[in-house]
Antibody, heavy 121, light 107 residues
C-alpha cells in the first residue's frame, strides 16, 4: 500500500531553515497525484502549507509569503519542503500527504505519520 | 482567505448516539468540502470528500451533506473508535483552509 514517511531535523534554530523530506513508497510521485504539506502547531488545528506536482507546479499558502519552497526528486521518489527564516511560530508537527483526485474534486487521502519540528535556540 | 467555522467546538456523546457537526464557510465553496478525523498523536484521516462522497474504507455510519456555505458531518451511531477530533477543509480556493475542529468525547 501507499506509505509516506517524513524525515528531517527535529530542532531548528530561530532564523534558520527547516528542511524536510517525504519518502513515498507504493506510488510514483510522477503519477497523477499532487503532494501536499500540512502542519499542526502543538494543541492547535491544521494549516495547509502548499502542494506540488511532479512537473514542478506548486501552490503555496500566501501566509508563508516567500519563505516556503517545495520540490520533487523523481529518482528517489521524494518530495521536499524548505521553510526559511523560521521562528517559534513554525514549531509544529509537519505532515506530507498525497492528494487524490476524483473528477474535479480532491482530498488528502494518504498521510505520513508526521514529524515534529521545534524552533528553539 | 476563506474562513471555516465549525460548531460545536466540542461535544460529549454516548456510544450509539447520532451526532451532527456543522461547518460554515465565509463564502461559497460549492461542494469543495472535505471532512477529516484525527485521533491524538495520529495523522488526519479523510472521511468525506466533495461534501458528501464517502472515502473508500470509511464506515457507512459517516455521512456528509451541504453545499455553498453550510455543511454537516453526521455519525449515525457513534462507536468507541469514533471519539476523536473532526475537521472540515475547503479546497475551493487557495489557500486551502481548515476549521478549528470539533472534539467528540465520551459522556
Amino acid at each position: 500500500q501507499v506509505q509516506l514517511q517524513e524525515s528531517g531535523p527535529g530542532l531548528v534554530k530561530p532564523s534558520g531553515t527547516l528542511s524536510l523530506i517525504c519518502d513515498v513508497s507504493g506510488d510514483s510521485i510522477s503519477g497523477s497525484s499532487w503532494w501536499s504539506w500540512v502542519r499542526q502547531p502543538p494543541g492547535k488545528g491544521l494549516e495547509w502549507i502548499g502542494e506540488i506536482y511532479h512537473s514542478g507546479n506548486t501552490n503555496y499558502n500566501p501566509s508563508l509569503k516567500n519563505r516556503v519552497t517545495m520540490s520533487v526528486d523523481k529518482s528517489n521518489n521524494q518530495v521536499s519542503l524548505k521553510l526559511t527564516s523560521v521562528t517559534a511560530a513554525d514549531t509544529a508537527v509537519y505532515y506530507c500527504a498525497r492528494v487524490a483526485r476524483s473528477g474535479a474534486y480532491y482530498g488528502m487521502d494518504v498521510w505520513g505519520q508526521g514529524t515534529t519540528v521545534t524552533v528553539s535556540s | 482567505d476563506i474562513q471555516m467555522t465549525q460548531s460545536p467546538s466540542s461535544l460529549s456523546a454516548s456510544v450509539g448516539d447520532r451526532i451532527t457537526i456543522t461547518c460554515r464557510a465565509s463564502q461559497s465553496v460549492t461542494t469543495y468540502l472535505n471532512w477529516f478525523q484525527q485521533k491524538p498523536g495520529r495523522a488526519p484521516n479523510l472521511l468525506i470528500y466533495a461534501a458528501s462522497s464517502l472515502q473508500s474504507g470509511v464506515p457507512s455510519r459517516f455521512s456528509g451533506s451541504g453545499s455553498g456555505t453550510d455543511f454537516t458531518l453526521t455519525i449515525s451511531s457513534l462507536q468507541p473508535e469514533d471519539f476523536a477530533t473532526y475537521y472540515c477543509q475547503q479546497t475551493y480556493k487557495t489557500p486551502q483552509t481548515f476549521g478549528l475542529g470539533t472534539t467528540v468525547d465520551i459522556k
